[in-house]
């Protein structure tokens, strides 16, 4: 059984900074990417960026030169440093794995989604 455990969101002002972690545990073979989508009221859930498999990097344009997405290999953790924080970055974040267990092939696995919220 795999979790992914989320942490870090919350209330920030337009331009402040938050950082969100997100620690995958269970019975892992190999993780093939980890990252954070987004989902606002009433729009459809987008990437907001991903780590794949040695450390290539996807960022949606929207916050490209404001977040940085790492990951922990050690520690099976992935994090979205988020900068310059704008109102429209607020939505429910939701930590994203795709990974293999010992005894299933590699399916994709969701966290339960953390808010963040950005004031103007």
């Known amino acids: 059984q795999v979790q992914l455990m989320e942490s870090g969101g919350g209330l920030v002002q337009a331009g402040g900074s938050l950082r969100l972690s997100c620690a995958a545990s269970?019975?892992?073979?190999?993780?093939?990417?980890m990252g954070w989508y987004r989902q606002a009221p009433g729009k459809q859930r987008e990437l907001v960026a991903r780590?794949?498999?040695?450390?290539?990097?996807d960022y949606a344009d929207s916050v490209k030169g404001r977040f940085t997405i790492s990951r922990d290999n050690a520690k099976n953790t992935v994090y979205l440093q988020m900068n310059s924080l704008k109102p429209e970055d607020t939505a429910v974040y939701y930590c994203?794995?795709?990974?293999?267990?010992?005894?299933?092939?590699?399916?994709?696995?969701w966290g339960q989604g953390t808010q963040v919220t950005v004031s103007s």
């Open positions: 994203n794995a795709v990974l293999e267990t010992k005894l299933n092939d590699a399916a994709i696995y």
């Open positions: 780590v794949i498999s040695v450390n290539k990097t």
């Open positions: 269970g019975s892992i073979f190999r993780i093939h990417a």
